[in-house]
């Protein structure tokens, strides 16, 4: 009996990406391209590290993939970047100061990220710059954008995938271009939480504050990172200024204990997070004291 030949899978059953067939017009310059987007079942959740990134283990048939380097438009023409909700909105609002910085902003991400090519399927390296363009896109844009804290975020990651590139190539100092991205979101987070506090631009109006894409952890999670990236990147050169940023880092983390019950505003593996980074919180001050002594 003939033995019958099973048909090989089609090469698009292994594709991670797709693009969206509605073309997307750029408000800034009127360049026509299409979304690329994460087809579903392509990653492996892994563990969440002290940052709140959700990692993932590679597949066989896809190798590693990192789904936030799909979260941002960017323009292939002009590289006017944004945040999917915000893309038409503030390109159209911003339209005249985001085309007379074109040259400028192409000319600074290629500093730092090069070559870059938007039309062909994105890498790490292209991911990565795209959350660099949000930076520069969002400088100036209006609170109703909450642009604070989406460079925040922006920044964050930014660090998380110039990590994945050092990974991939540890000779070519992408652990130098994360560190001053750590520092970058160490900065915006500090900043967007004195401006949501002060009301001079509410981050509350937002539907996801990140920090990653796999869960919302809201203004308890703001205030994590903020105290987390203090602890891990803020300045030690004045030992006194070190202890008032770090004392009022461990008050905030211990007043977001102080709700009490595990609920949707503070899931679970976020209050576990949250007593690890107090009790190193603790340790440290504790250390202070006792080099005091």
């Not at 930014?158 to 001053?180: Q, T």
């Amino acid at each position: 009996m003939q033995k019958i030949q099973t048909a090989a899978k089609p090469d698009k059953d292994r594709k991670v990406t797709f693009y969206v067939k509605e073309p997307i017009r750029c408000p800034i310059c009127d360049a026509s391209f299409h979304r690329e987007e994460l087809f579903s079942g392509r990653v492996n959740a892994s563990d969440l590290t002290d940052e709140l990134h959700r990692t993932y283990k590679p597949l066989h048939s896809f190798g590693d993939v990192h789904p936030l380097i799909y979260e941002i438009d960017v323009c292939p023409s002009c590289f006017y970047a944004a945040f999917r909700s915000d893309f038409m909105s503030a390109g159209t609002k911003f339209e005249s100061v985001l085309r007379d910085s074109i040259e400028a902003r192409i000319d600074q991400v290629q500093k730092i990220f090069s070559p870059l090519d938007y039309q062909s399927p994105r890498g790490v390296m292209a991911g990565a710059a795209s959350y660099y363009l949000v930076m520069l896109c969002y400088d100036g844009f209006s609170k109703e954008f909450s642009p604070t804290i989406k460079c925040a975020i922006a920044s964050i990651r930014a660090a998380w995938l110039c990590n994945a590139l050092h990974a991939g190539s540890s000779n070519e100092n992408w652990d130098y271009v994360a560190g001053i991205f750590y520092h970058k979101a160490r900065y915006w987070y500090r900043l967007a939480l004195e401006l949501e506090q002060s009301g001079k631009e509410p981050y509350s109006i937002q539907r996801n504050l990140g920090p990653d894409t796999d869960k919302n952890y809201g203004h308890e999670g703001v205030l994590y990172m903020a105290a987390m990236l203090e602890l891990k990147y803020g300045p030690t050169d004045n030992v006194q200024k070190r202890r008032e940023n770090l004392t009022a880092s461990k008050y905030s983390i211990a007043r977001m204990f102080g709700f009490g019950k595990k609920n949707k505003a503070k899931p679970g593996p976020l209050l576990d997070k949250a007593h690890d980074l107090y009790e190193r919180l603790k340790a440290e001050l504790q250390e202070s004291d006792d080099e005091d002594e």
